[in-house]
């Protein structure tokens, strides 16, 4: 008998269920389309040295998170709680240990502190949606802008208070639950951000410098790549699809039975990597063609695409468009980075969902001003990878999230019986023996090899 506690609760969640697969679909990639790949990826690859990293970083999103993904939805669907729940209920069901729940714990952390970074950077692009309706970027040059973007983050206050409105924004929508959450959104937005990539692609090609981009980004040298470079191609991976933290688990769990989890998992990943892509695609250039460098770090699209808004017919129309989508690209993620410790609290707690939500909402604007006073006030107070800022980003995305995705697939591949897998990814063919290499062999060991040796 495989199905006993855990099942009781299988015909739906204790919070409510997604009204339709579109639906899920649609939360899922509310959740991965996000700052990640907008602000995240184009600046990551940058200071990776552009090409290998791109490279690595697609095969990783292939190799280890689609399997990881598809894992996390399975281990969701399965279990019907919140992740420490789920993992502790499989665990014993599936004749192992409790223990499991660990794994949701860390996950949970992770998205705590997570979002106390992503989250001032949010508040950077509610700040530059108001920049953008001033006309401030209008005709503006390399040095105006990036005089923008250094005094504007070099004022605490104001960076706190725009990080303080975007955590009040999440708490208000994260609150108020899953069906009534923000996911109908999701389907103008991920489209709409697409359409104003495609016009920013279009302004990079007529630069003169797209083809440098795309060579910068194309072209793997591999001299250059490090191990280190490698794990942050990982951590990456794991950052844009919100994997490895129990965020998609989270989900799953309120996942109807029918659903396919390949289709929805091959969905997700694509719009996904396609805006990632995308958006290097538009960057790139720009960098060159206003003489910055690609490894400028966080400030880099917050330093180039004002500069190609400044440039375009319309350009404060679009401006504004673009960093209001971007907001809400962001908040549609954060949804996903609180869920799992707020639907742990509801139910160990046993608090209301607002209670809860408020209470993991105030925790992580604290922890938030260890990164905004990193851009200003405690800029040189640097330790381990740097600022207090660094260090969160490195601690949960190459390390925490891809430990997290170590442990999910080898539950999913090792722990859980074959039948319980393929019964919920409803097929036993080839697609599933496809995944259970992947998760048994491939993502684990691809995993492990990383860590190691960009510990080294
Ligand atoms: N995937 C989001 C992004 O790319 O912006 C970040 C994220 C959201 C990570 C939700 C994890 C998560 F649970």
């Not at 989270?250 to 805006?275: K, N, Q, R």
């Not at 400028?296 to 989508?325: E, H, K, R, W, Y």
Request: with cysteine.
């Amino acid at each position: 008998m495989l199905s006993n506690q855990a099942g009781d609760a299988r015909r739906s969640s204790l919070h409510g269920n997604w009204s339709s697969r579109m639906a899920f679909i649609l939360a899922v990639t509310g959740s991965a389309v996000g700052l990640g790949n907008i602000w995240k990826f184009p600046y990551v690859a940058g200071q990776n040295g552009g090409g290998a990293f791109v490279l690595v970083y697609l095969v990783c999103v292939v190799l280890i998170g689609m399997p990881v993904m598809m894992s996390e939805i399975l281990i969701g669907r399965r279990g019907r709680r919140n992740p420490v729940r789920t993992m502790e209920l499989l665990g014993r069901e599936e004749g192992s240990t409790g223990r499991w729940r660990l794994v949701g714990g860390v996950g949970g952390l992770a998205g705590i502190l997570i979002l106390s970074y992503y989250s001032v950077v949010a508040g950077w692009t509610l700040a530059y949606t108001l920049k953008s309706v001033s006309g401030v970027f209008s005709g503006a040059g390399p040095e105006q802008v990036g005089a923008q973007f250094d005094s504007f983050v070099g004022d605490w206050r104001l960076v706190g208070l725009a990080h303080t409105i975007f955590m009040g924004l999440s708490i208000f929508v994260v609150a108020r639950g899953v069906e009534r959450g923000l996911e109908q959104a999701v389907r103008f937005m991920v489209p709409a951000l697409l359409v104003l990539m495609l016009v920013l692609l279009g302004y990079s090609i007529s630069t003169g410098y797209f083809a440098q981009g795309v060579v910068f980004m194309f072209t793997p040298d591999f001299e250059r790549l490090t191990w280190g470079s490698v794990l942050a191609a990982l951590g990456q991976a794991f950052f844009t699809l919100s994997i490895g933290m129990g965020a998609v688990m989270a989900y799953g769990a309120y996942l109807p039975e029918e659903t396919s989890i390949t289709g929805a998992s091959a969905a997700v990943v694509t719009a996904d990597t396609s805006i990632a892509i995308l958006a290097g695609l538009a960057i790139f250039p720009l960098v060159f063609a206003n003489g910055l460098t690609p490894a400028d770090g966080p400030g880099l699209v917050f330093n180039t695409l004002p500069l190609a808004f400044g440039q375009m017919a319309g350009g404060v129309f679009f401006s504004t468009i673009f960093f209001v989508l971007l907001s809400f690209a962001a908040w549609t993620s954060a949804i996903g980075l609180m869920e799992p410790a707020v639907a742990w609290i509801v139910e160990h707690f046993d608090k209301t969902r607002a209670q809860a939500t408020v209470a993991v909402g105030l925790l992580i604007w604290f922890v938030g001003f260890g990164s905004v006073l990193s851009f200003n006030v405690l800029s040189d107070f640097e330790f381990l990878a740097g600022t207090i800022y660094d260090n969160i980003d490195y601690l949960t995305s190459n390390v925490m999230l891809p430990l997290g995705g170590l442990l999910i697939t080898i539950f999913a591949g090792w722990v859980m019986c074959r039948n319980s897998t393929s019964d919920e990814l409803g097929t036993s063919g080839n697609l599933f023996r496809f995944w259970r290499v992947l998760a048994r062999f491939v993502a684990p060991i691809g995993i492990l090899l990383v860590l190691i040796n960009a510990v080294r």
